[in-house]
């Protein structure tokens, strides 16, 4: 990680601020919602407040000294994979953990606040902003998964609650998508990876050079209109087009459609999101597909997908531009736009695997990325539920190939 060494009372807003938000978004939900676990790649809205706390008093007010953890036991129940800090409560379990109540941990939540605040205010100049910037970080992190969990939990409700209200334009109709035009990319030699200018998470760099063929990306996201075109086409049932793992993916799971895409009685597509069920916008960018499926649409589609190279490089002429971050009202994506970053994460072609001369840091926060560098693909941009201010060209977002409760899309790229 990198830091910009923030003055002490700045971070101390700034910390205020992540960990108010963490709150707001898990207010809707009620005790019973905030302890069960739907999978065990989910974990309870509960586990992430108590975990985000733990992570400070782990790694910021312990190692400073003269601080008393809340509860000795939550060590166990709250770590998440740090080995080095010792063991931990299984994670497929976690919705097993009924004690402490979500009352308790928000008392151990305020109890942690006031701890790193009395620290921040004594500490002398920028000691702390390193690990609380990263526990920053970390906990907005923590505030897009807690949203995808507590959807995923939701969606297996037969009735479809709804975690906020109904957005306004719900009433606005539902508009053409914009058309999809291509933006030509040069080749040669590029830099990508983060300048350590700012925070960024370790695995944003060293940056380095990549040689880049010349190409051209789709100027927009896949919307719902496209994806309806690759299923009236059979997309979901023709082989050719899937890889040998997805194509087992689809006939394992039954997959026909994205993520939470439902048809009702009269064979219309209704999806399900944090409003609860809503018709189906061909505007918006499609949501809820997993690597297999970007892959095969992209293949069905006469492209593919681009590199997280590509991506990096095409989305520095249009950075400054943004879709939906996160709003704890809405919590969906917009109709599509010509920017890269918002709305949804988008599936890249590549692995996830460490840049040249990656080093993870030492001690136990090392363990926070490089130790998932395999088997998982990466992701470029923002999504609805990305913490505005959380979002840069750099971040590399990383998922198994089969993960669908992301907030995941895809954009084209061809030679």
């Known amino acids: 990680m990198t830091s910009s060494a923030l003055a002490p009372p700045t971070l101390l807003a700034r910390f205020r601020d992540v960990r108010a938000l963490t709150e ?3 207010s809707p939900l009620s005790p019973e919602d905030q302890t069960a676990q739907s999978m065990p790649d989910a974990s309870p809205t509960k586990w992430h407040r108590a975990h985000t706390s733990w992570f400070f008093e782990e790694f910021l007010l312990g190692p400073a000294g003269g ?10 129940l709250f770590n998440s994979y740090y080995e080095a800090v010792g063991p931990r409560h299984p994670r497929p379990h976690r919705g097993l953990i009924t004690r402490p109540s979500a009352e308790e941990v928000g008392r151990y939540r305020a109890h942690v606040d006031r701890a790193v605040g009395d620290l921040l205010a004594d500490a002398p100049g920028g000691e702390h902003d390193g690990i609380v910037e990263l526990g920053l970080n970390h906990e907005q992190q923590h505030q897009e998964l807690l949203v995808m969990d507590a959807l995923h939990l939701l969606s297996h409700h037969p009735f479809g609650p709804a975690m906020v ?9 539902d508009p053409d998508p914009l058309p999809q035009t291509w933006r030509a990319v040069p080749g040669g030699l590029h830099e990508i990876g983060h300048d350590g ?9 060293p940056r380095h050079t990549v040689h880049l063929v010349p190409f051209e990306i789709a100027e927009r ?3 719902n209109e496209d994806w309806l075109a690759f299923m009236a086409d059979d997309g979901y049932s023709r082989p050719e087009l899937w890889l040998s793992d997805g194509w087992a993916a689809v006939r ?7 993520g939470y895409w439902h048809r009702d009685d009269d064979g219309r597509w209704t999806v399900f999101g944090a409003a609860g069920t809503r018709p189906l916008r061909r505007a918006e960018p499609v949501c809820h597909v997993s690597f297999y499926e970007a892959d095969a649409y992209a293949r069905w589609a006469g492209a593919r997908l681009p590199t997280e190279a590509e991506w990096e490089v095409a989305a520095r002429d249009v950075a400054d531009r943004r879709g939906e971050l996160l709003d704890p009202d809405r919590l969906h994506p917009g109709p599509v736009g010509r920017h890269m970053i918002g709305d949804v994460w988008e599936w890249t072609s590549s692995a ?6 990656f080093r993870p840091a030492e001690g136990a926060v090392g363990e926070y990325n490089g130790k998932f560098m395999s088997d998982q693909h ?10 505005a201010g959380h979002e840069r060209v750099t971040y590399r977002n990383f998922y198994p190939a089969a993960s669908r409760w992301v907030f995941a899309g895809l954009r084209l790229a061809r030679l």
């Not at 209200?165 to 109709?173: E, V």
């Not at 200018?197 to 760099?205: L, R, S, T």
């Not at 394992?252 to 994205?258: N, V």
């Open 24 to 26: 707001r978004l898990a």
């Open 67 to 76: 601080y008393r953890p809340y509860d000795p036991t939550f060590g166990y």
């Open 165 to 173: 209200r109904r957005p306004a334009d719900d009433t606005a109709g």
């Open 197 to 205: 200018k700012g925070f960024a998470f370790d695995n944003e760099g």
């Open 221 to 223: 996201a896949v919307t």
């Open 252 to 258: 394992r799971h039954g997959w026909h459609a994205p």
């Open 352 to 357: 996830y695997l460490p840049y040249p001369g």
């Open 378 to 387: 990466v992701l470029r941009g923002a999504s609805c539920v990305t913490p």
